[in-house]
């Protein structure tokens, strides 16, 4: 294992260390809880926020800050945080219209995050929801999740829920909003290589030289099949078609994320951004937003995911508002 | 060779594609001459340009747009690109109050910058001047360069000469800022893999498992030493010290780069960065400024690279101001 690390076992605290120290016009870090909070937060609007696994990064704590959450809670690698480090984060969070949790679907996460919601119901004095996000089309069940797996959607859930608690809305409101997205959303992720968590010190599974893995899952979960290494051409059909068989994304304005797993370069996501897009304008998709990089990956996984969302007016509206994060910025 | 492309001889001209679907707002690309030129061109300011070999994304090319470049001429892989791309791209910018080449330090590309610098100034109705940045205190000559390569320090260059740029300076007075920011600069890279150049179809060097390059170049040069893989306490020291013992960083405020080198996970990054800052903070160096993250890459060598800049008022005014690319974005 090759790694610019200290000791594998605390590589959470270390980065959040480094995280902290280079970030603090835009948040602060509880080392304790290992959590990311908004360096100022505002009690007046609804709270937003989500966590899991580290190893994603720059999900989730580069997404804490002005229009996008409130407040990140950092597992260890792929693993969920403790319903504390929630609780924590939710107080931290100081917001007296409430919390939203936006949770990726998998069973640790979910079983932790309801746990600190239930506590936090009977104990504090602001309201508590949670929403599930679950856009990965490539399996049913997984090996660390009942039904799909919460992926890249999670980005669009994340700003535009977050766009509509800046604005003021509502617990209500912000989270009939945010799993209205998740329902417009649909994802789908190839791997080339594994990757390696620290902790484990060893590929957290094997390919050939010749030999990727399509529909595969942010923690290294296997997928629908393994295949042949392709072109970018062909595999773009690979991608699109599971999509597009899913949902129908035609009649409305869309949002594409092609997202790289950490090791794949700028410079073949930008090919296959161009193989996916011709794809998608072949099939009638109206793309009108793109994201191309590193947002939601796996360590240093080479790989690649799409994953898109179908906006109406409300929802792209708010995807336009500005946001102010270490990871995501536009507007004013 | 693991790759999301197609033929690897074209891999350029297909990441264009997919860069210009991406980005019709902020950017255009001229597939002939493979340049791309900010969206709407202003002829009333400075025109700056810079280009180099592919395979660093997103330099040069995701640092065009308001506040940054005016103009990228993208070479293939690791190759300098051509006088007549820079020649076309100097056009392209329209600018009538001239055009400011930003070249890196290896010989290809101050050969061939130099050269269209020279037809510009006989056939062109505005002025062109040329600097060449060489931040890299890792060697005195390398590889592919005569002197030291110009390596992170680009990114201060770029944002800073930028900013003077659209602020409305001279050609004169963007010129000297330029130049200026170099003379502050200083940058020495780390090695933990090789990268695969596409048309070359396997790795540039080897490391064995437990072996790490100290000094290397963004292409792979031999950088000082190879040394064993150690934990980032000690690799930030080794990459501190010989910055520091380059240049004096007191007495004014720091702006610090801590750069991936493509296949180095951001968690990885952060935990070398809290090291790093630990350092300087211990050497007096008053870091005011601070991005981690991807900006300067060798396709997906995985491996760091820090940079840092000794700013005056003027050059930390000017990095603060607004920019708006697509990978680099703040302000209004």
């Known amino acids: 294992m090759k790694k610019i690390i200290n000791d594998p076992n605390n590589v959470v605290h270390d980065a959040l260390l480094g995280f902290a120290d ?5 948040i602060t870090v509880d080392l304790d809880s290992k959590s990311v909070i908004r360096a100022n937060p505002n009690p007046d609007k609804v709270a937003i ?5 580290s190893g994603h990064e720059p999900l989730h704590s580069g997404y804490v800050g002005k229009g996008m959450l409130d407040g990140a809670c950092c597992g260890e690698v792929f693993t969920s945080p403790e319903p504390q480090q929630m609780i924590d984060t939710a107080h931290a969070c100081k917001s007296t ?11 640790g996460d979910v079983m932790n995050f309801e746990m600190a919601q239930e506590i936090l119901e009977t104990e504090a004095d602001f309201p508590v929801r949670s929403m599930i996000v679950d856009d990965d089309v490539a399996v049913k069940d997984s090996l660390y999740t009942a039904g799909r797996r919460g992926v890249g959607g999670t980005i669009f859930v994340e700003k535009i829920a977050g766009a509509a608690a800046e604005k003021g809305m509502s617990l209500q409101e912000v989270s009939d909003i945010a799993v209205k997205v998740n329902k417009a959303s649909r994802s789908y992720g190839i ?27 942010i923690h290294g979960e296997p997928g629908r099949e393994r295949a042949s290494l392709c072109d970018a051409t062909y595999l773009a059909e690979k991608i699109v078609t599971p999509i597009l068989e899913d949902m129908d994304f ?7 994320l092609l997202n790289g797993m950490g ?10 951004w161009g193989e996916i897009s011709n794809r998608l304008r072949i099939a009638g998709v109206d793309v009108q937003r793109v994201l191309v990089g590193n947002y939601i990956t796996s360590l240093e996984m080479a790989g690649a995911s799409l994953s898109l ?18 990871a995501m910025k536009w507007g004013n």
Chains 1, 2 share one sequence.
């Open 22 to 26: 280079a970030h603090p016009h835009l």
């Open 49 to 53: 926020i989500s966590g899991g696994g």
């Open 309 to 326: 969302c179908k906006a109406d007016d409300q929802m792209l509206s708010l995807w336009d508002e500005p946001v102010s994060t270490v």
């Open 97 to 107: 219209k409430g919390v939203l949790f936006i949770i990726k679907n998998y069973t």
């Open 250 to 256: 035609l009649g409305e304005p869309v949002i594409a």
């Open 263 to 272: 090791g794949t370069p700028l410079l073949e996501q930008y090919i296959l």
């Open 191 to 217: 791997a080339l290589t594994s990757c390696t968590v620290p902790a484990a010190g060893k590929p957290t599974f094997q390919l050939e030289e010749n030999e990727i893995e399509l529909g595969i899952g």
